[in-house]
């Protein structure tokens, strides 16, 4: 992206930086319960343990001793830290001089002891008013993250910029703390403050309404501090109240294109005073189709040359780039914290692969959310709306969102999904980009997205400002050929698990129903125990069999279904036919078996398999009819049950038109060379991926 006029902040120490600064931000998540600790500041910066990057933290000691610290980036003005007199501004002095980082500087005190944390990035180093400082700090925001602090100052002096950071990493306090704090020193935005009828000064297009609803709730909390009036227009609601209210006058609209370009053709929104536009997910805007309606509003501009043009995204595919290059200044800033060669999706996330075709879906979800949720909030993502409806529709504390649905259900849905009221969200794309709901633990998606881009975006809901989270992508095999696609242009290896093993389930489901029957008071005791003594005469079991029955009731399980292990199908099981001689292809293992079996009954077969020495076919057959199958034998020809997964051949690509429809680029390459691994994992998960050795398939009927 760097060109001629272009700073750029893109180099290897700067995001080696930042990866430390979250992967502090998450041993400190783990810790804080036992040891809070303020450091950082911040909800997701609150503190940094000892093991903190050597340069951004000190031991005192006894003598009194000055620290300056350097500066963290090339963005960051460095005249700061030449000199020792930097100077603090006084709370609410206006910022009339160019903005510069402020140095840290520490006096000692003979009778602290402690070890102290020092940020760089802390907020009281940027020049930010105190009146924003306190929304901050009511949010526990007390340091900027990277991709904020990297941003801040450029966009503060006046530059064009395009700002790159993984998902959940801060980008939309990056445009807007800069944007307020420069509004608040602008001339003419002084002049109109307040005014009837003035015309606003901030344009922010996003590419969904959930999102834009999200970026003006961020804009209106913060701008209260310099009393800035936000309006939030997008489709599906009626015109009349967005109109009315830039009839009387608002300082920054944030909207979808399309309705944007609507104001704009019905007289509806004026551009003429604007000193900043935004463009949020840029990508997405394009990729959803909105390249014309987002040309015409950004052409709307007069006078281009006086206004400031920031581009945030997640990714920066080769199209963002040349919308970059249009719409934004020859002189740019361009602040990259992905780079080219490292991990695209976010790194607080792991990220499993798990079989799983469309029949069983239903079945099997409710135990990885069992299994991976860790009690937060889960999001599945499938691919069309008629996928979501039905899911939805068979996961009992799930709700539904996406793009047929009316736009005030969407809006209830939503606000419903952030509040707890219910724990699953069934979604279609519509929820994949830039959506920021806390304690969000899980992300399936239902199958492997249209491109890598969307699958980076579906699993960055979670894992988010620092925190950890678990990404489940179900596959089948006939599309197993996209994942090593996905691997190598988002840039991680994928840990293979298996559908969740019973005892796997067991354990976290009693776990919590045992810490529920510890609370519950004496006082029940009179009245239950007469029932326990009928239970235990009426019963053939023991009082620890009842209490283990008791136990899985209240955990919701009454009964446990094997599942099979390639399609995840719970009235399947997995079987291998062995031979002394290689099966070539999966027909060819097809042939054989119809030597052993009526053809109608090897027509049941499911998800056929070959290992990877060729001499043995794996594959799912309907558990009523395991015995036949189990019976069938010839002198070259064996088949026996499987409780895990032997190392298998990976399918050959079906269809080119994948790599033709631009989805996954490359030109649709074959899946060859790489073998589905499962029950084992790439070298960075060995560890874990030995214990999952144990998953073999298996799952319960729920009881409520
Ligand atoms: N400096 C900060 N300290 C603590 N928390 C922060 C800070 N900045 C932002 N956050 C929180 O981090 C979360 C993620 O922020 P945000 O939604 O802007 O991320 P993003 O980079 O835009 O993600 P995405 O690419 O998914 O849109 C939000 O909950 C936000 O309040």
């Known amino acids: 992206m760097p060109g001629p006029g272009t700073a750029s902040v893109e180099n290897s120490a700067l995001l080696n930086e930042v990866d430390e600064m979250f992967d502090e931000l998450k041993k400190k998540k783990k810790k804080e319960k036992k040891n809070p600790t303020v450091l950082y500041g911040g909800e997701a910066m609150e503190s940094l343990e000892p093991s903190s990057p050597p340069s951004q933290k000190k031991t005192k000691k006894k003598s009194k001793e000055k620290v300056l610290f350097e500066d963290p980036s090339p963005a960051l003005d460095k005249s700061a830290s030449k000199s020792k007199k930097s100077k603090k501004r006084k709370p609410d002095e206006p910022l009339d001089s160019e903005p510069e980082l402020k140095v840290s500087k520490v006096e000692q005190s003979e009778s602290e002891e402690s070890s102290e944390v020092i940020n760089p990035y802390a907020v009281s180093n940027f020049r930010i008013s105190e009146a924003l400082r306190r929304k901050l700090k009511t949010k526990g925001i007390e340091a900027l993250f990277p991709i904020q602090a990297l941003t801040f100052n450029a966009i503060f002096k006046g530059n064009d910029l395009v700002g790159r950071a993984r998902t959940g990493q801060g980008k939309t306090l990056a445009f807007v703390l800069p944007i307020l704090e420069s509004l608040s020193l602008d001339v003419n935005f002084k002049r109109l403050h307040g005014q009837y009828g003035r015309a606003p000064s901030v344009l922010v297009l996003v590419p969904t309404r959930e999102l834009a609803k999200q970026v ?238 969307t699958y980076i975006h579906r699993s960055g809901r979670t894992g988010r400002a620092g925190k950890t989270g678990v990404s489940v992508l179900f596959y089948d095999r006939m599309k197993e050929y996209m994942i090593p696609t996905i691997e190598r242009k988002a840039g991680f290896k994928f840990e293979r698990v298996s559908a969740p093993h019973p005892a796997e389930i067991a354990r976290s489901a009693c776990a919590s129903a045992s810490e529920k029957v510890v609370q519950v008071s004496d006082s029940v005791l009179p009245i239950f125990r007469p029932a326990v003594d009928v239970l235990l005469q009426n019963s053939d079991l023991s009082a620890a069999d009842l209490l283990a029955k008791a136990l899985a009731r209240i955990a919701g399980l009454t009964d446990v279904k094997k599942r099979s292990l390639l399609t995840s199908q719970s009235d399947f099981t997995t079987v291998i036919l062995q031979s002394e001689r290689p099966f070539y292809t999966p027909s060819y293992a097809f042939s054989s078996l119809k030597r052993l079996l009526p053809e109608d009954v090897v027509e049941k077969v499911k998800g056929m398999s070959l290992t990877m020495d060729g001499l043995g076919a794996v594959f799912d057959v309907p558990s009523d009819l395991l015995n036949s199958f189990l019976s069938a034998k010839a002198t070259d020809l064996s088949i026996t049950q499987l409780d895990s997964l032997p190392e298998l051949q990976a399918r050959q690509e079906r269809s080119s038109s994948f790599g033709r429809r631009g989805g996954y680029g490359g030109g649709g390459g074959r899946a060859s060379g790489s073998h589905a691994r499962f029950g084992r994992g790439s070298s960075q998960h060995q560890g874990r991926q030995s214990r999952r050795g144990s998953f073999g398939g298996g799952g319960f009927r729920r009881g409520r």
């Open 216 to 453: 003006h709730g961020d804009f209106e909390f913060y701008g209260e501090a310099i009393g800035l009036k936000t309006v939030c227009v997008y489709g599906g609601a009626p015109y009349g109240p967005q109109q009315n209210a830039m009839r009387r006058g608002v300082d920054v609209v944030v909207g979808t294109p399309g309705r944007i370009k609507d104001l704009l053709q019905r007289d509806g929104l004026n551009l003429k005073t604007i000193k900043f536009r935004v463009l949020d997910e840029a990508d997405e805007m394009l990729n959803m189709g909105f390249v014309d309606d987002v040309e015409l509003i950004l052409g709307h501009v007069e006078d281009a040359a006086n206004v400031q043009t920031l581009l945030f995204s997640a990714t920066m595919p080769e199209w963002v780039k040349k919308i970059a290059s249009k719409f934004l200044k020859d002189v740019k800033e361009t602040v990259d914290l992905v780079g080219e060669e490292k991990m695209k999706a976010s790194c607080s996330v792991r990220h499993l692969l798990l079989p799983c075709g469309r029949a069983a879906r239903a079945q099997l979800i409710p135990d990885v959310i069992s299994c991976y949720s860790s009690g937060g909030r889960t999001i599945i993502f499938t691919e069309t709306k008629n996928d979501a409806s039905e899911l939805g529709s068979s996961l009992p504390s799930s709700r539904v969102l996406h793009g047929d649905i009316a736009q005030a259900q969407r809006e209830v849905t939503l606000a419903g999904f952030r509040s707890g009221k219910f724990p699953v969200l069934v979604a279609t794309d519509v929820a994949a980009r830039g959506l920021d709901i806390n304690d969000v633990q899980l992300i399936i998606q239902c199958e492997p997205s249209r491109d890598v881009e």
